[in-house]
């Protein structure tokens, strides 16, 4: 009867909160966007469609803060109307009593994950490409100083640039290092064009390499290929998208080939794990509303929901700043996003321990 007193109070503020934030964050992303799509005339239609298809991410963010406020509300209201104390002199415990709203919590957690990726994701890839269309933005993936390295860093590629539309390489220099990581062979070649046969075909090539008595020798050759010249060319290709508009499975994959090819990841894994914590950002801040909530006793409701938003913006701020020190390789990615959660779960449980009941 206690647990469904609560959710009576939580559920339609937790509803109005999330329409009302969601409801917000579109509107500042209208206002922030329109001006560039009516400088270019684009149809006011258009331009309100795009902005429109942002909710699925404002839903996202929308429903950690709308779980915050919906919790504090609740235990406030309750509170106010010293329901509060009915419901502890009873001998109910704060765990039995705040459980349901926990459980509930969870739900949101995993439905903040899901939405994330199946649905918050692909629809801001594919506003991104629309607004880019309508912008005029080109998207081109050619690129020049192109690095790549493969097999383990035995073989490293480093082009004065990459055409993408022909899938070649100009000014390709390739260093290639035998089983025991030390010289083997290097080849500077005027062109590569990758083939059907997935390899890279070099032409106007100089090949140095140790001869018999460890003197390096040059020899040259119109055409030339190996079999461990094989890099795929999206390894090559100019990336411009960002961590947020792939899903999970792409942003592992991606990951792993900056990690197979050297170039630099941990930014990106660092975003990758922060979605992990954002997911679980509603079970963390319902859990400090409910050990709020019978710590104080004059304007209860005020009061509470001061002391839950700040608890919650603290745990914001220590969040970006983990990210930026993984970023920064202070923290590895993994480390910056879980210490900070794990610390304020642990504090969580502990001021739910020793709430006031």
């Not at 709203?101 to 949101?108: C, D, F, S």
């Not at 003197?215 to 040259?220: D, F, G, M, N, T």
């Not at 006793?297 to 700043?321: E, G, K, P, Q, T």
């Amino acid at each position: 009867m206690f647990q469904k007193l609560l959710l009576l109070e939580f559920v339609p503020f937790l509803i109005l909160g999330v329409l009302f934030f969601t409801l917000i964050l579109v509107l500042a992303d209208i206002f922030t966007n329109l001006w560039q799509y009516l400088n270019l005339e684009v149809p006011f239609g258009q331009a309100i469609q795009i902005s429109f298809m942002y909710a699925p991410r404002a839903l996202i963010f929308a429903i950690p803060i709308g779980a915050m406020f919906a919790a504090a509300f609740a235990f406030g209201n309750l509170g106010a109307r010293n329901e509060l104390i009915a419901v502890f002199g009873s001998g109910v415990s704060l765990l039995r009593f705040v459980l349901p709203l926990l459980a509930l919590a969870v739900v949101l957690s995993a439905g903040v994950f899901i939405l994330e990726d199946r649905v918050a994701i692909p629809i801001t890839k594919k506003s991104n490409m629309i607004s880019n269309k309508l912008l005029g933005k080109q998207d081109s993936k050619s690129r020049s100083n192109a690095v790549a390295i493969s097999m383990g860093g035995r073989v490293i590629y480093v082009a004065d640039y990459y055409d993408d539309s022909t899938s070649t390489l100009s000014g390709l220099t390739v260093i290639m290092l035998n089983e025991d990581y030390e010289f083997f062979k290097r080849i500077d070649a005027q062109k590569a064009a990758w083939n059907e046969s997935g390899l890279w075909q070099l032409e106007g090539c100089r090949i140095y390499y140790y001869g018999e008595d460890e003197e390096i020798l040059q020899v040259s050759r119109e055409e030339y290929s190996d079999e461990l010249i094989n890099e795929n060319p999206d390894t090559f290709r100019l990336d411009t998208r960002e961590i947020e508009e792939m899903t999970g499975k792409e942003a592992r994959a991606w990951i792993a080939i900056h990690k197979r090819t050297g170039l630099p990841y941990k930014v990106h894994q660092a975003k990758y794990y922060q979605r992990f914590t954002m997911a679980l950002t509603p079970f963390l801040v319902v859990l400090f509303a409910g050990a709020l909530g019978g710590r104080f006793r004059r304007n209860i409701l005020l009061v509470s929901l001061l002391a839950s938003l700040a608890m919650s913006s603290v745990w914001y701020i220590v969040r970006m700043i983990s990210t930026l020190l993984s970023e920064l390789g202070i923290l590895t990615p993994i480390a910056g996003s879980v210490i900070p959660y794990l610390g304020f779960l642990a504090l969580g449980a502990w001021m739910f321990r020793h709430a006031k009941t």
